[in-house]
Nanobody, 115 residues
Framework: QVQLVESGGGLVQPGGSLRLSCAASGTIISNNRMGWYRQAPGKQRELVAVISSGGLTNYADSVQGRFTISRDTAKNTVFLQMNSLKPEDTAVYYC?????????WGQGTQVTVSS
């Protein structure tokens, strides 16, 4: 059974930083395209960042230069380092593991950027 468990969300002031973690079990992250998505109230879920099985990364334009996705294969964990946070980054952030034959989601972690 595949499980993705996110952690690291919380309340942060504008300009601050957070680091999200996604611990995977039941699947090997380097065999998947791993991604972070977010969903703000009243909006559709959107892609934030992905890292391919080969280690290539891609980012939404809105977070390019501020967020960094990475992985630790020894810990089977994916990270999202978020810097220079803005109020518009407020959302529930979800971890995703994707292969052609499977697609898994975590339960989400809330990130709130507010003064």
């Amino acid at each position: 059974q595949v499980q993705l468990v996110e952690s690291g969300g919380g309340l942060v002031q504008p300009g601050g930083s957070l680091r999200l973690s996604c611990a995977a079990s039941g699947t090997i992250i380097s065999n998947n395209r791993m991604g972070w998505y977010r969903q703000a109230p009243g909006k559709q879920r959107e892609l934030v960042a992905v890292i391919s099985s080969g280690g290539l990364t891609n980012y939404a334009d809105s977070v390019q230069g501020r967020f960094t996705i990475s992985r630790d294969t020894a810990k089977n964990t994916v990270f999202l380092q978020m810097n220079s946070l803005k109020p518009e980054d407020t959302a529930v952030y979800y971890c995703n593991a994707y292969r052609v034959d499977a697609n898994y989601w975590g339960q989400g972690t809330q990130v709130t950027v507010s003064s």
